[in-house]
């Protein structure tokens, strides 16, 4: 599940997403994985698949167990085990860059995460734009009071880039520096003393472009967590209105595509009806190379594997009933 136009043009939403989770999950290469894992596939419906491959993966491919993913252990894979996996993350999307299917959106989304990935995205949501890329609406950048880890800041030191407290400042720092803008043109945000309850928004003008809203959600689950992908796509919908038939182009990593796409399908297109496509930053674009992706370890790979299925199964689980 890579984007939204690759679905089938007949059918409800609802039958689509359907017909293009069991695609994903019931392919070839995904079923070879779990044979070589010792997994024997189950009989059953979606559902059943899905559960399965959450409660396996959660077994064999899950090594944050609750941390966050710089903090994850790399497993001790003999070489063919890790040949597979990467052929195989190749084969569901997590690895080769797309274009953008469409000349133009309604809005751009940029999704937030580690720093490195954070100023790559917003660098290559920079180069779309002025390569062409039409936005009537506005790009929104999405991401939180999330605090920067020790590894996070020394790789912005070793760039020349400030070393930003936040997850959300980093982008901050980065549209400034991308846009040519030097302070906002509108903001808003209530500081509610936890991060996790505090949201913050801010839009530049950059000239003949789109405007460029950095936000920064609270979390939906503040007593537990702090937001995550869903909650900062939550979040902009309201503050955007999104309406049925915008267009939204969502930029990651090529890496989260199948996941954090799966994510904007279950908040964006099933509650307002909008059509989501989803592309990964393109290493190739000059605009992203201030800061080189970090090194993608099997480990890795299977890690996000697991975090499709797992957004797949809560997308899945949010259809209208059939």
């Known amino acids: 599940?890579?984007?939204?136009?690759?679905?089938p043009s007949?059918?409800?939403?609802?039958e689509r997403i359907t017909r293009d989770i069991?695609?994903?999950?019931?392919?070839?290469p995904l079923r070879d994985l779990v044979r070589h894992f010792d997994g024997d596939w189950p009989t059953g419906d979606l559902a059943e698949v899905l559960r399965f491959l959450d409660d396996f993966s959660a077994r064999h491919w899950d090594f944050r167990g609750g941390r966050e993913r710089p903090d994850a252990r790399?497993?001790?894979l003999?070489?063919?085990?890790?040949?597979?996996?990467?052929?195989?993350?190749?084969?569901?999307?997590?690895?080769?860059?797309?274009?953008?299917?469409?000349?133009g959106y309604a809005h751009l989304v940029v999704l937030g995460g580690l720093a490195h990935a954070c100023v790559?995205?917003?660098?290559?949501?920079?180069?779309?734009?002025?390569?062409?890329?039409?936005?009537?609406?506005?790009?929104?950048v999405l991401g939180s009071f999330r605090p920067l880890s020790d590894w996070e800041r020394r790789t912005l030191a070793d760039a020349g880039l400030p070393a930003d407290d936040t997850e959300v400042d980093v982008l901050d720092t980065a549209v400034r520096r991308v846009f040519g803008v030097a302070a906002p043109a509108e903001q808003a945000g209530v500081d509610a003393g936890h991060p996790h309850h505090s949201w913050s928004s801010r839009t530049y003008r950059p000239a003949g472009l789109p405007p460029v809203r950095v936000l920064a959600a609270p979390s939906s689950e503040p007593d537990r967590r702090r937001a995550h992908t869903a909650d900062t796509q939550r979040f902009w919908a309201g503050h955007v209105r999104l309406a049925p038939g915008d267009e939204v182009l969502t930029v990651t990593?090529?890496?989260y595509v199948p996941f954090q796409h799966s994510d904007a399908l279950r908040t964006l297109a099933l509650p307002y009806g909008c059509?989501?496509?989803?592309?990964?930053?393109?290493?190739?674009?000059?605009?992203?190379?201030?800061?080189?992706?970090?090194?993608?370890?099997?480990?890795?790979?299977?890690?996000?594997?697991?975090?499709?299925?797992?957004?797949?199964?809560?997308?899945?689980?949010?259809?209208?009933?059939?």
Request: net charge neutral.
């Open 1 to 7: 599940m890579q984007r939204a136009d690759t679905f």
């Open 10 to 14: 007949t059918g409800t939403l609802a």
């Open 22 to 28: 069991r695609a994903w999950v019931c392919s070839t």
């Open 74 to 76: 790399e497993p001790d």
């Open 78 to 103: 003999d070489p063919a085990t890790a040949a597979l996996v990467l052929d195989t993350a190749a084969a569901l999307g997590l690895i080769h860059p797309v274009s953008p299917a469409r000349p």
């Open 120 to 140: 790559r995205r917003v660098g290559y949501a920079a180069h779309l734009l002025r390569a062409g890329l039409a936005v009537r609406g506005e790009v929104a």
């Open 253 to 255: 990593a090529p890496i």
């Open 275 to 322: 059509d989501i496509d989803t592309v990964g930053v393109d290493p190739a674009v000059p605009d992203v190379s201030v800061l080189p992706e970090q090194t993608l370890t099997p480990g890795r790979y299977l890690q996000e594997i697991r975090s499709a299925i797992r957004s797949m199964r809560a997308l899945h689980a949010g259809l209208p009933a059939r």
